[in-house]
């Protein structure tokens, strides 16, 4: 049996990334190969700025996969892509119905007051991007489970989340115009992420999932086992290393510095510090504590934007992303917004097959294949190339040409009719191979040709004129000579 294979693409602002998977009889999952590559500028706040730098970063992760050990000679034939970013935005639609009598809820009712939602209110050149429900209330009583429950009314609040068209239509103009892949499925990357690394108990209890980023920090917020909240700020760990170009330094060694001696701790200025590759160790860390603040700052207020309080999320922080590695960011997050903070790695139930993935470094791409791998409709995202035809090889004298349906007669004749005379043609005569009897084809009888005349035939006849002008001259002869 071909195995499943399934492949994810995920276009970061400061990468791109594609993770293959296979799935076991089980639809157990195992991360087999992840591949990516490094961009600047060619994506703002997730969304595509420049179609023709992220095509061709794209084709060229696509194709460091397709000629990886275990997926060669298998070829692309689709993929799914992760969306998010900083127009993505969530908003509650309520819609309830009363019912005659007391009735068994069941998954076709869920299903039609899904459908009669009106998400026509949304703002100008935005489009849905997933509506799912939050919260069961039947007969005044929440839910977790309302298939199977007896009630004479049903609320369902569900998740209307909403983002720019433009997101998916870049996306798009990639991949089905350029690339002509298709797209099997959009996957929203925050609640995926979330299905990854999050537990059922912070889910329940309520805790907060942060997404520390390149350019944006997208904030999930999870209770009574839902998403209650779901906002992108525009701020991330690339605000810390463009705040260190300040130095006269370019952007790439300001990134290098900050990844290999940034900080958010202030340092003690009391005390001499040694210059850090030439720069003042304190002016960096000032830099860096600066903006490291306002991002928890905007981080924390999440909670009071979703009504709610730091006690009402006693399952914590879990925080993922690049720019949570920065030295000191996650004590500062701990100190100033008063909860326990955990960096985010994906649940034991996510099997990694390389050993040289990082799967903190990749949570992003790889949640994106766990949510593609649990879609009913998933199908293997790989095929194998077509191979040319193979023609079989015959040696000379084991070849035969048959042409069972164009038997010569005796006397062979060429195109123009001229007779090929049978003591100048050399016939060579070739065994032909054995083969089982056939049934013998019933055929049109052919019409009928006449003979022609070959050579030993004609020289007979003229022997034979010969002969009888010869007797026909000595008949005269006899008849003169009586005559006399």
């Known amino acids: 049996m071909e195995q499943r294979y399934i492949a994810a693409i995920e276009i970061g602002s400061s990468k791109v990334s594609c993770a293959v998977g296979i799935l076991d009889n089980n639809d157990t999952l195992s991360v087999i190969a992840i591949e990516e590559e490094n961009f600047i500028d060619s994506v703002r706040y997730g969304c595509i700025k420049n179609l023709d730098d992220v095509y061709n970063h794209v084709k060229s992760v696509i ?120 797209v099997y499925n959009y996957i929203l990357r925050p609640t995926a992420q979330a299905n990854m690394v999050l537990t059922t108990d912070e889910k329940h209890l309520g805790c907060m999932l942060v997404d520390f980023g390149a350019e944006t920090t997208t904030v999930a917020i999870y209770k009574a086992d839902a998403l209650q909240y779901l906002a992108t700020i525009p701020l991330g760990s690339r605000n810390i290393t463009r705040d260190l170009t300040s130095l006269n330094i370019t952007e790439t060694r300001a990134e290098e510095l900050k990844i290999k001696e940034g900080t958010v701790a202030q340092q003690d200025k009391s005390q001499y510090q040694d210059p850090i590759d030439g720069f003042d160790s304190n002016e960096m860390s000032d830099y860096i504590n600066a903006r490291a603040s306002e991002i928890i700052a905007n981080i924390h207020e999440q909670i009071n934007f979703a009504n709610l309080k730091t006690a009402d999320l006693p399952g914590g922080i879990i925080i993922i992303g690049n720019g949570a590695k920065l030295r000191g960011f996650n004590a500062m997050l701990e100190s100033q917004s008063g909860m326990q903070v955990r960096m985010g790695a994906p649940l034991p139930h996510i099997r990694i097959a390389d050993a040289s993935i990082r799967p903190f470094d990749a949570i992003d791409v790889i949640s994106i ?94 022997l034979k004129d010969k002969i009888a002008n010869l007797l026909s001259e000595n008949e005269e002869e006899d008849d003169e000579e009586e005559s006399k």
């Open 63 to 182: 194709s460091k996969i397709e000629n990886r050990s275990g997926i060669a000679p298998r070829q692309l034939k689709g993929v799914y892509v992760g969306i998010g970013g900083r127009s993505v935005s969530l908003k509650a639609k309520e819609i309830s119905e009363n019912f005659n009598e007391d009735i068994e809820i069941t998954e076709q009712i869920i299903t039609r007051l899904k459908n009669s939602v009106d998400c026509s209110q949304l703002p100008d050149k935005y489009e849905l991007i997933s509506l799912e429900p939050r919260e069961f209330i039947v007969d005044n009583a929440i839910s977790q489970k309302p298939v199977g429950t007896v009630g004479n009314h049903l609320k369902i609040i569900f998740n209307e989340i909403s983002g720019k068209a433009l997101i998916k239509n870049n996306l798009n103009r990639v991949f089905s115009e350029r690339l002509q892949l298709p």
């Open 369 to 462: 294949l766990a949510a593609a791998s649990q879609l009913p409709e998933r199908d293997s995202c790989f095929m194998l190339p077509i191979e040319p035809e193979q023609v079989e090889l015959f040696n000379d004298e084991n070849y035969i040409e048959e042409d069972d349906d164009n038997e010569e007669d005796e006397n062979i004749y060429n195109e123009e009719d001229e007779y090929l005379e049978d003591e100048e043609e050399e016939i060579f005569i070739v065994q032909k191979p054995q083969k089982e009897e056939k049934k013998e084809k019933k055929r049109e009888p052919k019409p009928e040709v006449p003979k022609k005349p070959g050579f030993f035939t004609r020289k007979a006849t003229i």
